[in-house]
């Protein structure tokens, strides 16, 4: 496999903007609610290893794992702003928070990058190489 060095390089930015957005928000939330402080202490660290592994090896496991956690992490923005979570009831509502978005932008680059890496359907698509140039088939 060899996906477009676009397209790997986006889903690293992504996965590193997540990263990012979550660090200055660890200490309040491992106060707060320490279950959501924790979540963001291993959203952050697995955002560095996926931009990582991203960069450096094309494989379906780790377009997978990219997929999952950023779809994860959108699911965790969605239901903290819509319905709550226990303990952060201040954050229903806030939509429009800056590092939020941040996150949730990051984290669409992340999922968008594996879904087209992985093709629609889910079957990863794999990288053949012909004289002279690649091409990507389905498996």
Do not use: K
Not at 40 to 57: D, K
Not at 88 to 102: Q, S
Not at 132 to 137: C, K, M
């Amino acid at each position: 496999m060899n996906a477009l060095p676009a397209l790997r390089l986006g889903a690293a930015v992504g996965a590193l903007g997540m990263s990012v957005a979550h660090i200055p928000l660890m200490a309040d939330h491992l106060e707060e609610a320490p279950y959501v402080g924790v979540g963001f202490v291993l959203l952050s660290i697995a955002g560095v290893l996926l931009a990582q592994l991203l960069i450096g090896s094309d494989v379906p496991e780790v377009w997978m794992a990219t997929g999952a956690v950023a779809a994860l992490a959108l699911l965790g923005y969605a239901l903290s702003r819509s319905v709550g979570l226990p303990q952060i009831h201040d954050e229903i509502g806030a939509w429009r928070d800056g590092l939020g978005l941040v996150a949730v932008t990051s984290e669409a680059l992340m999922l968008g990058c594996a879904a087209v890496r992985l093709g629609i359907g889910g079957r990863p698509r794999r990288a053949t190489r012909s004289p002279g140039r690649a091409r990507v088939t389905a498996r």
